[in-house]
């Protein structure tokens, strides 16, 4: 299988950190959560769709990086995300 992963930031995460906070029932507000949709979308070149209940980014569009118009995904995910607490949103819309 050959992909791509395009990223513009690099975040110091400590990996084992991050799989211990996952083991917990209900977590998902880290830099590992934010990062997940990205690397599904990329990997399978398919279209993620997430739904938030945040007011000011209601839905976010995920596209594969793979930048080959021909081979535009054929599926899509939609995801419903509830926020809580500091939410985790911030590696799932593209930067500007």
Known sequence: ???SIRCTIYI???FLKEVK???KNGVSDSTLGD???????????IKIIIFTS???????????????????PQKTIFLAYNQYGIGHYDAA????
């Open 54 to 72: 945040v007011s000011n980014l209601s839905r976010i569009e995920i596209k594969p990086a793979n930048g080959n118009n021909a081979s535009l």
């Open 93 to 96: 819309y593209p930067r500007t």
């Open 1 to 3: 299988m050959k992909f």
């Open 35 to 45: 990062i997940v949709p990205l690397t599904i979308s990329n990997t399978f070149n």
């Open 21 to 23: 906070k996952f083991s």
């Open 12 to 14: 110091k995460v400590s």
